[in-house]
């Protein structure tokens, strides 16, 4: 059988004229014209915009335009569904927000004329967020998205977005907001590429749930003109400019056969020969439990549930917080286990109620399971909520700890967990744990193996910043030798060993994980059909070669090359 990543991903140096390179998100192989989203508000409008003397004039003029912006999101918001209307509404939200309200407010009492007191006020708030890092970091993308959104308003210009393209096309640009995103056309726009964003950027989870080929942080890709012909490839994070079009043709009928495959598989997941593999979704709350629980899963590898609690400032009662758990574990029922991770509060994902206030470096400080150092009760009536949503549903959760570094902190979490007739686990993300994972594997039942984190601590690079997207990669061989002791200390006990990070969504680096020895892959429910595809393709045999292949190589492109090699020559 073909494997699924070959045909459509083959080498781009072997055709193209010129590759462009980037992050892959969304799999997927696409050859069309290319059109470039406007992304500035027109320069003449604002050189010639004058505006109000008067500071309380300026400040209405800008109230009325924060209004129509806000008003204008909540209408797309009402529009998309899920994620994006989730990220919709919160971009409204930042456009009537009053602490920006008042930094223009002081600007414009203060002399400024309105638009530098705009652009003064949305600096000092980019600075904060840069400041706090993690998912506010992200979260500039959108208030410059609302800036230029507000100048567009006030000068009287259509606000900035996407052009509606008259044939289908490949949509570039310099990094899109979810404004851009929600309301795309996906029989106009069959591809979205960005020269800025990482693989959790708002772009990347848009066009993961809109299902289309995507590729972010490609370097000089605004270079490229409107209308040029291009071949993007979202596997293999390529953008051929003017590529031979027969060729692309080819490549594109490949990988169309590929998704038709991958739109088939119904599960179960095993090997082609036959060796059982649990494919499991990655959930944050009910409608997402739901949503996965639908598809061909064998349950949930990783509930995060401090997704429930984003938006809530006083922590929730044992039984508040036990409905919500129930609605998630009901979703599965008792035949597909949950895991569920306890509170990851802290760093990028902070809680109002948990996470530690004015930490200097919140990604190495107190967050996750080292929230119990300071409030040990939080974590136990967490547990006793979970134990509630048990019995309400009689299902028999699987519950993880987030950020263990060491055997005693698994041993209390572990006691604690069985107190409560709960089977404990905890996620292997920090070295420290991966190297001791035997000793950890002899106080808990399972691990799993948080691949995001392992590969931010393992090359000490955050995992949001696109500049270290080459560090931050799960591919990385050191990040691979840490997954090989884990697994291994994993057989060696005859204990499960998940993987629920990103990587387990990479259909080529799940046949990597698997020759590793991991037992359970939990990823995005989106991925689920292609990963099962493409281990059908693949012998255990298979798996390990390509493990061993990757193990050896020197660095992340060279493990996936080596990876595919190993794959093809097995055939
Ligand atoms: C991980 O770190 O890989 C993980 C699954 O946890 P999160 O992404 O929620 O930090
Ligand atoms: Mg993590």
Known sequence: MTPITNPATKPATERASKTLHGTPVVPGVVFAPAVLAATAVDPAAIAAYTGPDDAEEALSSFNQAAAAVSDGLEKKAAAAAGAAAEVLHATAGLARDKGLRGAVATNVRGGASLLPAVRAAVEQFV?????????????????????KRLVATIVGVPEPGIPTPEVPSVLLAEDLAPADTAGLDPSLILALVTERGGPTSHTAIIARQLGLPCVVGVRDLLDVAAGTD????????????????????????????????????????????????????????????????????????????????LNTTVEPSVEEQAVVYAAVLGAFGAERPVVVRTLDAGSDKPIAYATQADEENPALGVRGLRLSLHNPDLLLRQLDAIALAARGTGTEPWVMAPMVATVDEAATFAAEVRKRGLKPGVMIEIPAAALHAARILEVVDFVSIGTNDLTQYTM????????????????????????????????????????????????????????????????????????????????????????????????PAGARSAAQQALASSR
């Open 127 to 147: 600075g904060a967020f840069t400041q706090i890092g993690g998912l506010m970091a992200e979260r500039v993308t959108d208030l410059l998205d609302v800036e």
């Open 230 to 309: 291009v071949l993007v490839d979202g596997a293999a994070g390529t953008v051929e400019v003017s590529p031979d079009a027969d060729d692309a043709a080819a490549r594109v009928a490949a990988d169309r056969e590929v998704r038709a495959r991958i739109d088939a598989w119904n599960g179960p997941a095993a090997t082609a020969d036959g060796v059982g593999i649990k494919v499991l979704a990655n959930v944050g709350d009910r409608e997402s439990a739901e949503a996965a629980a639908a598809g061909p899963v064998d349950g949930s590898g990783l509930f995060r549930t401090e997704l429930c609690f």
């Open 460 to 555: 000490a690079a955050d995992r949001m910043a696109t500049d270290l997207a080459h560090l931050t990669d799960a591919w990385q061989p050191a990040v691979l030798e840490l997954i090989r002791i884990t697994a291994e200390a994993g057989r060696a006990a005859d204990k499960p060993v998940g993987v629920c990070g990103e990587a387990a969504a990479d259909p080529l680096l799940a046949t990597v994980l698997v020759g590793l020895g991991v037992t359970s892959l939990s990823m995005a429910g989106a991925a689920v059909r292609a990963v099962g595809a493409q281990l059908a393709t693949v012998t255990s045999d298979d798996c390990r070669r390509a493990a061993d292949a990757a193990l050896s190589a020197a660095d």
